[in-house]
């Protein structure tokens, strides 16, 4: 009882004596700091946080809660996680990630609070490290990922935590919610981000390059190789290597795939020598892997060792308040000569759409409206007329591929007007197709190899 007293008259002379050297030790710190007290008051800041957060006004005095979120009240009570509030149950240095207000908007920071005790163990002042993190808007910006839902910000975490180790990291989520924007804020919020990311797209590349293309090739390793070649291996050397869709990975190539993952090397086509890559691995897939897996589709060790660190993108219709962001980027991006906005019903129209096809949709979508909007003003007729302007549903393309697989398995020796007739069915199959050559070519009743033999046709003609 009576340490409580002189704590509330303000006698404790070892804190107050640290008080001064806390204030020194931080001002030379690096990243933005500041010292708060049982009161959540600031009692002092460092230069790089007055640069960061408050270059034009003292910050010394205030709460941490009203200069960072223009709160009357602590961050737990106004709806926000409160890092002291965590502590104060674990007793241990907590971080969270928060949307601060700074002189150029509202942005992503990280905050790692540590309590600093007296003599007597009680938590005297408590010192806020934060570090903005670029890659990620809580408003319409020119770049980058966007959003302030909870479902948005509960997957940010997830990136900033495992962004600076150099765990394999697999996204998982419908297609079209972001998943390379995702990977490139990953890499960028790694210690890699200097060097290349570099992207493979799984379910375009044949079979027959796959490990080519990955591993590179030596001169003759097969016919057509005059010359030797490196893989986008080592083209990501020192930096991250996004695997798209990895659910498309043939069989064949995952045991590859497994010893890069295990050993840290490879082989290029037609060499005996072993390479060492210094790769971070960032995959991605729609596809629910544990069910192939099942199914023998996928291997289970190779699925281990992608999932090391999962993060679940949320769709769209997942992020609630997240639209009118994305749609004023969207905007922006789509038509960057036009000041375009929506009217109200316009976004509440946009609102209301499911948006199967996530914010690819929605920029597809966007794009139309801009398109056959005459004004400034995008209405909600013309949403209207942007979204029954969309591709057929799914009849639509399942007529598609039923015309197209008739045509497909026509002998190579029929007549011209045939092959032009099979060159515009295959056409139309692949505008309506959303999924992966292996889904194209079973939905069409052929080969991979012969889908993939039909396309080089196409694409010499």
């Known amino acids: 009882m009576m340490m409580s007293k002189a704590r509330a008259r303000g006698r404790l002379p070892d804190a107050d004596r640290r008080k001064p050297e806390l204030a020194s030790y931080l001002e030379a710190l690096?990243?933005?700091?500041?010292?708060?007290?049982?009161?959540?008051?600031?009692?002092?800041?460092?230069?790089?946080?007055?640069?960061?957060?408050?270059?034009?006004?003292?910050?010394?005095?205030?709460?941490?809660?009203?200069?960072?979120?223009?709160?009357?009240?602590?961050?737990?009570?106004?709806?926000?996680?409160?890092?002291?509030?965590?502590?104060?149950?674990?007793?241990?240095?907590?971080?969270v990630l928060h949307l601060h207000h700074t002189p150029i908007g509202e942005a992503y920071v990280n905050i790692e609070l540590t309590p600093v005790r007296d003599t007597l163990g009680h938590d005297a002042w408590f010192v806020e490290k934060m570090e903005p993190l670029r890659i990620a808007k809580g408003e319409p910006a020119a770049r980058g990922l966007i959003g302030r839902s909870a479902p948005f910000r509960q997957m940010l975490e997830l990136v900033a935590r495992v962004g600076p180790s150099n765990a394999s990291v697999l996204l998982l989520g419908e297609s079209g919610v972001g998943k390379e924007l995702v990977a490139a804020a990953v890499h960028e919020a790694s210690t890699r981000a200097s060097h290349p990311l570099v992207v493979v797209d799984c379910a375009s590349m044949p079979e027959t390059l796959f490990e080519s293309e990955l591993f590179g090739h030596e001169k003759g390793a097969y016919t057509g190789a005059h010359t030797a070649k490196s893989g986008l291996v080592e083209a990501a050397s020192g930096g991250t290597l996004f695997l798209d869709e990895v659910g498309d990975i043939p069989l064949a190539m995952q045991v590859k795939l497994l010893r890069l993952l295990?050993?840290?090397?490879?082989?290029?086509?037609?060499?005996?020598?072993?390479?060492?890559?210094?790769?971070?691995?960032?995959?991605?897939?729609?596809?629910?892997?544990?069910?192939?897996?099942?199914?023998?589709?996928?291997?289970?060790?190779?699925?281990?060792?992608?999932?090391?660190?999962?993060?679940?993108?949320?769709?769209?219709?997942?992020?609630?308040?997240?639209?009118?962001?994305?749609?004023?980027?969207?905007?922006?991006?789509?038509?960057?000569?036009?000041?375009?906005?929506?009217?109200?019903?316009?976004?509440?129209?946009?609102?209301?759409?499911?948006?199967?096809?996530?914010?690819?949709?929605?920029?597809?979508?966007?794009?139309?409206?801009?398109?056959?909007?005459?004004?400034?003003?995008?209405?909600a007729a013309t949403i209207e007329r942007a979204l029954a302007l969309r591709a057929p549903g799914i009849t639509g393309r399942d007529n598609a591929q039923r015309t197209a697989a008739r045509l497909l398995h026509a002998e190579d020796e029929s007549s011209l007007s045939l092959k032009e007739r099979e060159a515009r069915a295959l056409r139309t199959a692949l505008l309506m197709h959303r999924g992966s050559r292996e889904a194209l070519a079973k939905s069409l009743g052929i080969s991979l190899r012969t889908l993939y033999r039909k396309l080089k046709e196409l694409d010499a003609g």
Request: proline share 7%; hydrophobic share 35%.
């Open 30 to 95: 690096p990243e933005p700091h500041i010292l708060v007290d049982e009161q959540y008051r600031i009692i002092a800041s460092n230069a790089a946080y007055r640069a960061h957060f408050s270059p034009n006004e003292s910050v010394v005095g205030r709460t941490c809660y009203e200069v960072s979120h223009h709160f009357t009240v602590p961050c737990d009570q106004a709806g926000e996680s409160c890092p002291r509030a965590r502590l104060q149950k674990t007793g241990q240095r907590e971080r």
């Open 262 to 379: 295990e050993s840290g090397t490879y082989r290029r086509v037609g060499s005996t020598e072993l390479r060492r890559a210094d790769v971070r691995l960032v995959s991605a897939t729609h596809r629910d892997l544990e069910r192939m897996v099942a199914d023998g589709r996928f291997r289970n060790d190779l699925y281990y060792r992608l999932s090391t660190f999962p993060i679940l993108l949320p769709a769209l219709r997942d992020r609630p308040g997240d639209l009118p962001l994305l749609a004023a980027a969207l905007l922006a991006r789509v038509a960057p000569e036009r000041k375009l906005t929506l009217s109200p019903p316009a976004l509440e129209r946009l609102e209301g759409y499911a948006f199967p096809g996530n914010v690819r949709e929605l920029r597809n979508v966007l794009e139309r409206a801009a398109l056959l909007c005459d004004d400034d003003v995008i209405s």
